[in-house]
């Protein structure tokens, strides 16, 4: 399942129903992972926009990625956009396989590409005016190691 929402949700709640739907499966692992808004030199807050007709068929292409390359039985990813204040959930990503590396590296190269290639734009929001974020070196250098 692939989310792109505006509105809060609830991490506990979704990772119990992913759970849930896992019983009776393969799986051996579930890998549950959360980011949220840090408060970083001064953030008051962080805007995040997209485009729908990009963004959705994006995150469905790295789902699939995803799920071919470490045999996932599952995921789920939950990304939310708008003005998020610190501290609040920007994302999730729930995998599921029958084995933990499996499940974790997963969720980790579904991370890595949510942060380095889905199609969002994001404005950092601090005391003394706004600024769109750049790519980084750092986050590009994460993305390769699955290369």
Known sequence: MISVQSA???????????TAAQSGAEAGAIVTFSGVVRGDGG???LEIEHYP??????????VS??????????AWVIHRYGRL???????MVATSA??????????????????SRAPFWKKE???????????????????????
């Open 53 to 62: 007709a990009m963004t959705l068929p994006a995150i469905e292409d790295m």
């Open 65 to 74: 990625a995803a799920r071919a390359r470490f045999g996932l039985l599952d």
């Open 43 to 45: 953030l008051i807050a």
């Open 98 to 115: 029958p084995h933990r590396k499996d499940a974790f590296a997963g969720a980790e190269f579904l991370m890595d590409y949510l942060k």
């Open 85 to 91: 204040a610190v501290g609040e959930t920007i994302m």
């Open 125 to 147: 929001h601090l005391a003394d005016g706004a600024a769109w974020v750049a790519a980084k070196v750092s986050d590009e250098a994460e993305l390769a190691r699955w290369d």
């Open 8 to 18: 809060a949700f609830d991490l506990g709640d979704i990772s119990n129903r992913f």
